[in-house]
């Protein structure tokens, strides 16, 4: 049995207060919206409770952020990518912002279990005035727990239109990918967070955003596996390579907060999930 799910979530503007309305067919839900630093932005966590996706599973998620609203979505629990009997097992994100949106997409990781077939595909559509963050964090098989990943494919599709556009293949059996020193070199977490508008981004802002992104991984653990660049006049990408989860997700969530602070002069107030 495969399990098709659809959500659309639609973030407005009403009366200075971000407000979400929800539709869902299948086995997604949103929660109910929390607003830990006030009206302006609304917090939502993703839920989908089966677990995880198997071959021929499909999870489509359409996000739209209306003129001025802004909203943020993270997850209880990552996402995992199951041992494929038969078929690809698919997530799928298409968000639009419209003028003066802001969206922050801060999902837990995707695992990569041994054997999968997956596609995790991300495209974002952003008006001039609109503004977003966003992470994508792979784990590859859980090796820790001796479930290491040596059979199967994960996929990787992260667009955002006029701008920027990965697309990435990962096949256990290749080892020069996944082994050598100019691919992964062993390391079996990868982690993107990419802040992007929908114009360029002025270049003193730029600047900034860069040189904060870098004084964080100066003091981590993780320097010499991360770094951070400008692939065009709209988008910041910071890359990371890591063992395990857990320090990429550390890095990235100082840098999130150094971005909100400096980009956006926003407090750095996480989803509540992560304090539990």
Not at 12 to 19: G, T, Y
Not at 203 to 213: N, Q
């Amino acid at each position: 049995m495969t399990w098709h799910a659809e959500l659309s979530l639609d973030y407005l503007n009403e009366n200075l207060r971000s407000v979400a309305r929800y539709a869902h067919k299948g086995p997604l839900r949103i929660l109910k919206s929390l607003y830990p630093e006030g009206d302006a932005v609304c917090h939502n966590v993703l839920v989908h409770p089966p677990g995880g996706l198997v071959g021929g599973d499909l999870l489509d998620l359409q996000v739209t952020v209306g003129p001025g609203a802004h909203g943020l979505v993270t997850t209880p629990g990552a996402t995992r990518f199951y041992k494929s009997e038969a078929g690809l097992a698919t997530q799928q994100l298409k968000a639009r912002l419209e003028e003066g949106a802001r969206l922050e997409w801060l999902p837990l990781e995707a695992i990569a279990y041994n054997q999968c077939d997956a596609l995790n595909r991300t495209v974002f559509d952003l008006s001039p005035s609109a503004e977003m963050m966003a992470w994508d964090i792979t784990a590859l098989g859980l090796p820790a727990a001796g479930m290491p990943f040596v059979q199967g494919t994960f996929r990787q599709h992260l667009e955002i239109k006029g701008a920027w556009l990965e697309r990435g293949t990962l096949r256990a059996s290749d080892t020069r990918l996944m082994n050598s020193p100019l691919g992964l070199a062993g390391l079996k977490c990868m982690a993107t967070l990419v802040f992007a508008s929908g114009s360029a981004i002025a270049s003193a802002r730029l600047e900034r955003g860069l040189a904060s992104a870098r004084e964080r991984m100066e003091a981590h653990s993780l320097r010499l596996q991360a770094g951070v660049t400008s692939p065009h006049p709209n988008i910041m990408v910071v890359r990371v390579l890591a063992p395990v989860t857990e320090p990429a997700m550390q890095l990235l969530k100082q840098i999130w907060a150094a971005w909100r602070q400096d980009l956006w002069q926003l407090s750095s107030t996480p989803p509540r999930l992560w304090n539990l």
